[in-house]
């Protein structure tokens, strides 16, 4: 079954780096695209970028470029989401999700960043 | 800014039928669009209904469907039931980024 598991909730302070984590199982992680969804609380869903291990190729939404960053590590099919200083904003469920041929099918079950001072 | 827009909010009865749509503010929603519909129910992750349009995962319920019309791409719920209940949400295809609509909370009497 074509899993995606999510790294746990954290818990941050303004100014502090993270990055969370989203690997992939039971299909081939570098012949799919996996994206990154945030949804900030009682909000909507916001596409933020996505990333084809295969290559390393990586686009980013203009909301979301220069943000964050997106990277994968194909040795251990795990793609990443990670922020160098974090702001009370970035609060929110971020959610990985698989893509391919115009299609997103598979998401993680979302990792909770609550960012406080 | 590229902004896609949807129904805040629509009501239906149980067992009745409801067209939730989905648009561009670039002009017609097209088939390179890739429209894309979710369901998302409180405290869970979204869930993949239609892609390109028109077509269904294997989990999609028949009662759901996804077509273009009138320049919009539209989700069709028929004999709709109380899991139905959900928010909704398209994404659309802008040549290298995707963007969410604002989603629509289906509401089922």
């Known amino acids: ?117 | 800014q590229t902004v896609v827009t949807q129904e805040p909010s629509l009501t239906v009865s149980s067992g009745g039928t409801v067209t939730l749509t989905c648009a561009s503010s670039t002009g017609a929603v097209t088939s390179g669009y890739y429209p894309n519909w979710f369901q998302q129910k409180p405290g869970q992750a979204p869930r993949a209904l239609i892609y390109s349009s028109t077509n269904k995962h294997s989990w999609t319920p028949a009662r759901f469907s996804g077509s273009l019309l009138g320049g919009k791409a539209v989700l069709t719920l028929s004999d709709v039931q109380p899991e139905d209940e959900a928010e909704y949400y398209c994404l659309l295809y802008y040549g290298g980024a995707w963007v969410f609509g604002g989603g629509t909370k289906l509401i089922v009497l």
């Not at chain 1, 115009?102 to 909770?112: N, V």
Request: net charge neutral; hydrophobic share 30%.
């Open chain 1, 1 to 117: 079954e074509v899993q995606l598991v999510q790294s746990g909730a954290e818990v941050k302070k303004p100014g502090e780096s993270l990055k969370i984590s989203c690997k992939g199982s039971e299909f081939s992680f570098t012949t799919y695209w996996i994206g990154w969804v945030r949804q900030m609380p009682g909000k909507g869903l916001e596409w933020m970028g996505i990333i084809y291990p295969g290559d390393s190729d990586t686009r980013y939404s203009p909301s979301f470029q220069g943000q964050v960053t997106i990277s994968a590590d194909t040795s251990i099919n795990t793609a990443y989401l990670q922020w160098s200083t974090l702001k009370a904003s970035d609060t929110a469920v971020y959610y990985c999700v698989r893509h391919h041929s115009g299609t997103y099918d598979y998401w993680g079950q979302g990792t909770l960043i609550t960012v406080s001072s």
